[in-house]
Each structure stands twice: as structure tokens, then as C-alpha cells.
């Protein structure tokens, strides 16, 4: 089962920054938070993810809270192609990629013009 | 960087017969790749982790017999889907791990009728 809990659903004007909550209170020490999002008919797309820092790359910024039971992925400027279902997942860190990811219901983000 | 692709990106097919979907890491080598389904409306289901050069797992409640998968090299992994019915139509992805982050391909859609 996934260990996160997202909104089904939120709206955002093309333009506006986008802020995505995800809670996983039973985050345990070792697990990284994973943001990736599905556009219809297509697979998932990897956003970002961290472990306890707050990241940032040319797609978006993670924030996590500093007891890291909730984080918040962050569109800055909002396009009408940033339309998709986003899914916050919690992955143990094994390297090479190793570790399956569980996805839950996701959430769908619909930016408006 | 991080390109997975799959061959083909949709296919129909006739009751009773079997398909073969390919997934290959391009500019990179994962001994590991997922096999996903998602059936319409609903979230990636995980049904089998391929491993190089072994027999991949399967998830709970996924007949091995059925979706027969075989990882040959360190960027190809097929699913072949055999005695197909109506039933195993749906949105077949997969994805290859690379340090620390999966990347997933396009996604197949079969359909079976």
C-alpha cells in the first residue's frame, strides 16, 4: 500500500505557482521522497526527489518539512502542459534504482487559462 | 540522459494469441527493470521486477505462466503476454533504474479482442 496521502484533486492558474501537499507521516529514516507525474496516455515522468533538504531543479522545488512527515512540490510558474496526475512516492534508497516504487492514487492538477 | 523506450506503443490483438512488448534503457545499462499495468482510470499496478541474467518476481496474484518476462541484456527486458483475452487489455510500462531514480518508458496499449 502507499505510505502517502495526496488530494484527488487542485486547480491552478496558468501563471501562478503551483504548491502540491503530500503527507507520509510514517516516513521512516531512510526513505527518500519521490515526486513523478503521468500525463494522459503516457508513462510517468520523474520530477524530483530528496531526502530531508529542500531540492530544486529546472522543473520544480521540493520542500520538506523538518520532522518530514509532509513535503510540498512546487511548480513555480505553472504551464497548461503541467495538466497531470502527480504522485508523491517514498522510496528506501538503493543504488542503482533498484527499489520498487508503489504508487498511490496520485493527484490531478488542472491548470487553467 | 535517461531514455527508456518500448516497442511497440500499441498493438491489437486477437483472443488466444500472444504478444511480446520490448523495453530497452538507451543511453544507459539497468540490471533491474519494473513491469507495470494500468488499467483505465486507475493508478500503475506493479507486476514484476526483471533482473539481468535471472527470473524476475512477481507481485502477489500475477501468473508467471501468463506474462512471461525475460531480461536478456543490461538494456532489454521483454513481456510477453500469452493467450491473450480481453481481459489483459490495458496500458502495459515499464521502467529502468539509474543511480538512484527510475525512468519509465512511453507505455504500451494493448488491446485484446
Known amino acids: 500500500d502507499a505510505k502517502t496521502t495526496q488530494p484527488p484533486s487542485m486547480d491552478c492558474a496558468e501563471g501562478r505557482a503551483a504548491n502540491l501537499p503530500c503527507n507520509h507521516s510514517?516516513?521512516?529514516?531512510?526513505?527518500?521522497v519521490y515526486w513523478y507525474r503521468q500525463i494522459h496516455s503516457q508513462g510517468p515522468q520523474y520530477i524530483i526527489h530528496?531526502?530531508?533538504n529542500n531540492e530544486t531543479n529546472e522543473m520544480a522545488s521540493l520542500i520538506i518539512t523538518e520532522d518530514r512527515k509532509s513535503s510540498t512540490l512546487i511548480l513555480p510558474h505553472a504551464t497548461l502542459r503541467d495538466t497531470a496526475v502527480y504522485y508523491c512516492i517514498l522510496r528506501q534508497y538503493i543504488q542503482g534504482g533498484s527499489e520498487k516504487l508503489v504508487f498511490g492514487k496520485g493527484m490531478k492538477l488542472t491548470v487553467n487559462p | 540522459g535517461a531514455v527508456v523506450s518500448q516497442h511497440p506503443s500499441w498493438v491489437i490483438c486477437k483472443s488466444g494469441t500472444s504478444v511480446k512488448i520490448e523495453c530497452r534503457s538507451l543511453?544507459?545499462?539497468?540490471?533491474?527493470m519494473f513491469w507495470y499495468r494500468q488499467f483505465p482510470k486507475q493508478s500503475l499496478m506493479l507486476m514484476a521486477t526483471s533482473n539481468e541474467g535471472s527470473k524476475a518476481t512477481y507481485e502477489q496474484g500475477v501468473e508467471k505462466d501468463k506474462f512471461l518476462i525475460n531480461h536478456a541484456s543490461l538494456t532489454l527486458s521483454t513481456l510477453t503476454v500469452t493467450s491473450a483475452h480481453p481481459e489483459d487489455s490495458s496500458f502495459y510500462i515499464c521502467s529502468a533504474g539509474m543511480r538512484d531514480t527510475q525512468y519509465f518508458g512511453p507505455g504500451t496499449r494493448l488491446t485484446v479482442l
Open positions: 543511453d544507459f545499462q539497468a540490471t533491474t
Open positions: 510514517t516516513i521512516s529514516g531512510n526513505e527518500y
Open positions: 530528496g531526502l530531508k
